[in-house]
Nanobody, 115 residues
Framework: QVRLLESGGGVVQPGGSLRLSCAASGFEFTLYRMRWYRQTPGKERELVAAITSRGDSTNYADSVKGRFTISRDDAKNMVYLQMNSLKSEDTALYYC????????WGQGTQVTVSS
């Protein structure tokens, strides 16, 4: 059974940091590109960060460049999103996805940036 389980969300003050984790199981993790998306009510889901199946290339939304870092640990079937210098506009439900021919989604973890 395919499963993507996000964790690490929470409430943080502006300027703070959080590290999101996504535990993958039930599929061949090393063959999949991994992505983090986010969504706020009334808005479309936004691609935040992506990493290739080999982990040799990453890309980011302009709004998070220089602040967020995506990484993967193939030995643990994990993908991470390190988020620094958080802003109120980063508040969203963050989703992990695995992409190949099929796309798998997690249930999301809430990040709230508020003073």
């Amino acid at each position: 059974q395919v499963r993507l389980l996000e964790s690490g969300g929470g409430v943080v003050q502006p300027g703070g940091s959080l590290r999101l984790s996504c535990a993958a199981s039930g599929f061949e993790f090393t063959l999949y590109r991994m992505r983090w998306y986010r969504q706020t009510p009334g808005k479309e889901r936004e691609l935040v960060a992506a990493i290739t199946s080999r982990g040799d290339s990453t890309n980011y939304a302009d709004s998070v460049k220089g602040r967020f870092t995506i990484s993967r640990d193939d030995a643990k079937n994990m993908v991470y999103l390190q988020m620094n210098s958080l802003k109120s506009e980063d508040t969203a439900l963050y989703y992990c996805s695995a992409v190949r021919v099929t796309t798998f989604w997690g249930q999301g973890t809430q990040v709230t940036v508020s003073s």
